[in-house]
């Protein structure tokens, strides 16, 4: 009797023990993303994202359910300290380092959330919430941090209709190709879908033509709306509208790969735009344009906002 409670008192403290350096390992982690995405990738809208699940860990990790877990520190007895793994992935970049703490992170979170059923189940579900929300800063973090790689030096996203005839259009796109434009966005609510695709696979093998021959940059071709059109003419991605498909939806017809653009009127829709893990956003209307009439353009109050906060590639609509 004596020797069967006195291992389960030491399966308790190993418990707490497994709490204690789970707690301390999620903390770390959490903090290490947060300063990743201030200081590294300026990123307000993130970073703050951040510091609140820090905050939250903080709060269950000082509540009297889990203070049993500091009595029963026990570094020096601890058997892991200072074991070396052989092989650990490179990290040479920001973001190297943001993917592995987000893995920490969601790891030790998880190793609570197991534990905590045991010894203090009032905290289990705080930790489970928690879990999900590392899951999704990771999923934003990788997503922007991606965005801003596949948009670098993109500057000028050229929105074409198809009014012209073929020739013409050939002709308008080469024209923007030698200009220097990175990026064309095909916008025509009225062509049969035939002619879009016909469109788009003009240009995207002209963006392509023009990238072998001259060695520069393959000028990104996005399809607005359309992303059946998009996936199947072979363009880079699709710009979705408030109406459109959402961009998880959309995302399970084109893949990981395809750059998806979500349309923002304010800042609420531009954080959403983010959670969803748009590639990039559109903002406005800001300027008069020739492809849309606009009743109303946006404050300067927001795209300020939209500006400070968010890092996810923008550009400006019109």
């Not at 939806?249 to 969803?276: D, M, N, W, Y």
């Amino acid at each position: 009797m004596e020797e069967m409670k006195s291992e389960r008192n030491g399966a308790a403290v190993g418990i707490w023990r497994t709490l204690d350096a789970s707690a301390n390992r999620s903390a770390e982690a959490v903090r290490v993303l947060e300063d990743i995405l201030r200081f590294c990738f300026n990123d307000a809208f993130l970073s703050q994202e951040a510091k609140a699940i820090r905050h939250e860990l903080a709060v269950v990790f000082a509540s009297d359910d889990l203070q049993a877990r500091i009595r029963l520190r026990d570094v020096s007895g601890d058997v892991g300290v200072g074991a070396k793994v052989e092989q650990t992935p490179p990290r040479t970049e920001a973001k190297h380092v943001f993917a592995a703490n987000a893995a920490r992170a969601s790891q030790s979170i998880r190793s609570l959330e197991e534990c905590s059923r045991l010894v203090a189940p009032a905290v289990t579900e705080i930790f489970e919430r928690l879990r999900y929300r590392i899951y999704t800063l990771e999923h934003m973090g990788i997503s922007t941090i991606t965005s801003h790689e596949n948009f670098h030096n993109v500057n000028l996203c050229v929105l074409l209709n198809l009014d012209q005839s073929e020739i013409e259009f050939k002709s308008l796109v080469n024209r923007l190709l030698i200009a220097g434009v990175q990026m064309i966005q095909l916008r025509d609510k009225k062509s049969e879908t035939r002619r879009l695709c016909h469109r788009v696979r003009i240009t995207v093998e002209q963006a392509r033509d023009y990238a072998e021959l001259t060695a520069e940059r393959k000028c990104i071709v996005v399809v607005n709306d359309r992303v059946d059109v998009a996936v199947a003419a072979g363009a880079d991605g699709v710009h979705l509208g408030e109406s459109d498909l959402p961009v998880s939806l959309a995302r399970k017809v084109c893949g990981h790969e395809f750059l998806i653009g979500r349309t923002a009127h304010s800042t609420p829709e531009a954080k959403q735009a983010v959670l969803e893990g748009a590639d990039y956003l559109g903002v406005g209307p800001c300027f008069p344009t020739k492809t849309k009439e606009f009743k109303d353009f946006a404050t300067d109050e927001f795209l300020r906002e939209v500006s400070e906060e968010i890092r996810l590639p923008t550009f400006a609509i019109g």
